[in-house]
């Protein structure tokens, strides 16, 4: 690991996107948690995306299916080579989950703007109550086969857990790491169980941000990271409770500190926490090494 | 527009903590509640004055963060 990030051209920073964001070959696009956001007020010239309804199946539990990624894609004015540009509330929390799906499916020019919406808010840069209506693309979208390198299925990661062959990184608060909560403090409890995959280190993933929502430094991320295990040669697995905190801590741990294996569980504690007979540990964090 | 007099902090609600972000879009005045782990939205208010939107938002965040149970570990 090193001093800077390892993949800089991830970020843009919001003087960028408030000079490129009409530009022909960027499209900026807004995901929040809270789907209402973008209505109050937006970039001027971004798009949205709503997580629950546009970025997963909404059938069977999964992530887009290619086909239809292809098509939001196209709906949305983006082409293969185009400059997408993802941003959103809660430092980017659901904008790193766009992220982690447009690389599964090859896109090769996407960021994220540093400091999300809450930086842009806090900076009184001008935003727009109307919704942008994009142009469908000029050809349709191709996506490759997915990746899924970046991402572990529950086989993979009971797996890991037995052989002790990747880094379990829970990425959940440590009240629902240690199982006294069993969802985030008032949302509804989606699990069974509460508590964590034994041998996983709790990292929440709001510690890989400043106050002002943008990423920490690289030399602050390899100490925290680092701290917890965190290493080049050792395949890392993040999760959370439904996969989104998670893609944000995989995409600090890929894309700002390089590490070469990196997959996100997006099956997390709601498959986990409810499977029969799956192992749980329950307790607070302890440190490396300890039993 | 330009959103004017961004504020954020955070409050305690009842043993938990609560992130109020306050800003000022042309005559009205945005307040969103987030439970500060994982930062989760609670609540989103419009008013006509900020203490009109923050005090709503933190009535909903408590109505809501009142549903959640504490299990034994």
Same mark, same amino acid.
């Given at each position: 690991?090193?001093?800077?990030?390892?993949?800089?051209?991830?970020?843009?920073? %919001?003087?960028?996107?408030? %000079?490129?964001?009409?530009?022909?070959?960027?499209?900026?696009?807004?995901?929040?948690?809270?789907?209402?956001?973008?209505?109050?007020?937006?970039?001027?010239?971004?798009?949205?995306?709503?997580?629950?309804?546009?970025?997963?199946?909404?059938?069977?539990?999964?992530?887009?299916?290619?086909?239809?990624?292809?098509?939001?894609?196209?709906? %949305?004015?983006?082409?293969?080579?185009?400059?997408?540009?993802?941003?959103?509330?809660?430092?980017?929390?659901?904008?790193?989950?766009?992220?982690?799906?447009?690389?599964? @499916?090859?896109?090769?020019?996407?960021?994220?703007?540093?400091?999300?919406?809450?930086?842009?808010?806090?900076?009184?840069?001008?935003?727009?109550?109307?919704?942008?209506?994009?142009?469908? !693309?000029?050809?349709?979208?191709?996506?490759?086969?997915?990746?899924?390198?970046?991402?572990?299925?529950?086989?993979?990661?009971?797996?890991?857990?037995?052989?002790?062959?990747?880094?379990?990184?829970?990425?959940?608060?440590?009240?629902?790491?240690?199982?006294?909560?069993?969802?985030?403090? !008032?949302?509804?409890?989606?699990?069974?169980?509460?508590?964590?995959?034994?041998?996983?280190?709790?990292?929440?993933?709001?510690?890989?941000?400043?106050?002002?929502?943008?990423?920490?430094?690289?030399?602050?991320?390899?100490?925290? @990271?680092?701290?917890?295990?965190?290493?080049? %040669?050792?395949?890392?697995?993040? @999760?959370?409770?439904?996969?989104?905190?998670?893609?944000?801590?995989?995409?600090?741990?890929?894309?700002?500190?390089?590490?070469?294996?990196?997959?996100?569980?997006?099956?997390?504690?709601?498959?986990?926490?409810?499977?029969?007979?799956?192992?749980?540990?329950?307790?607070?964090?302890?440190?490396?090494?300890?039993? | 527009?330009?959103?004017? =007099?961004?504020?954020?902090?955070?409050? *305690?609600? *009842?043993?938990?903590?609560? =992130?109020?972000?306050?800003?000022?879009?042309?005559?009205?005045?945005?307040?969103?509640?987030?439970?500060?782990?994982?930062?989760?939205?609670?609540?989103?208010?419009?008013? *006509?004055?900020?203490?009109?939107?923050?005090?709503?938002?933190?009535?909903?965040?408590?109505?809501?963060?009142?549903?959640?149970?504490?299990?034994?570990?």
């Amino acid at each position: 690991m090193s001093a800077s990030y390892a993949h800089p051209e991830v970020l843009a920073d %919001s003087g960028w996107v408030e %000079s490129h964001a009409k530009d022909a070959n960027v499209r900026v696009v807004e995901v929040d948690v809270d789907t209402k956001a973008y209505d109050e007020g937006h970039v001027p010239g971004a798009i949205a995306w709503a997580w629950n309804t546009q970025l997963c199946d909404t059938v069977v539990r999964d992530i887009l299916p290619k086909a239809a990624f292809e098509a939001l894609m196209t709906q %949305s004015g983006i082409g293969n080579d185009t400059t997408v540009v993802l941003y959103g509330d809660n430092n980017n929390w659901f904008a790193a989950w766009a992220f982690w799906q447009m690389k599964i @499916y090859g896109h090769k020019d996407v960021r994220i703007m540093d400091g999300g919406r809450k930086k842009w808010l806090a900076e009184s840069r001008d935003v727009d109550t109307a919704a942008t209506k994009p142009a469908a !693309g000029a050809t349709a979208y191709q996506a490759t086969e997915p990746d899924y390198s970046l991402r572990a299925f529950l086989p993979q990661v009971q797996q890991a857990q037995k052989s002790v062959s990747a880094v379990m990184i829970d990425v959940r608060s440590p009240q629902e790491f240690s199982g006294e909560i069993l969802a985030p403090p !008032g949302l509804p409890e989606t699990c069974q169980r509460g508590g964590h995959i034994p041998g996983a280190r709790s990292v929440p993933w709001g510690k890989a941000c400043n106050d002002d929502g943008t990423f920490k430094s690289a030399s602050e991320l390899e100490k925290l @990271y680092g701290a917890e295990g965190v290493v080049q %040669s050792k395949p890392v697995i993040a @999760y959370c409770r439904i996969g989104e905190r998670s893609s944000h801590t995989w995409f600090v741990l890929k894309y700002l500190l390089g590490v070469g294996n990196v997959m996100n569980y997006d099956g997390s504690w709601t498959e986990w926490g409810n499977l029969v007979g799956a192992p749980v540990e329950k307790g607070g964090a302890k440190s490396v090494g300890q039993a | 527009m330009k959103p004017e =007099n961004f504020s954020e902090r955070q409050v *305690d609600v *009842d043993g938990w903590q609560v =992130n109020l972000t306050t800003y000022k879009l042309g005559e009205k005045w945005h307040t969103k509640a987030d439970n500060v782990s994982p930062g989760a939205a609670l609540a989103r208010i419009v008013a *006509d004055t900020r203490e009109a939107a923050e005090s709503r938002a933190l009535a909903r965040a408590k109505e809501l963060l009142s549903r959640t149970k504490r299990h034994s570990v």
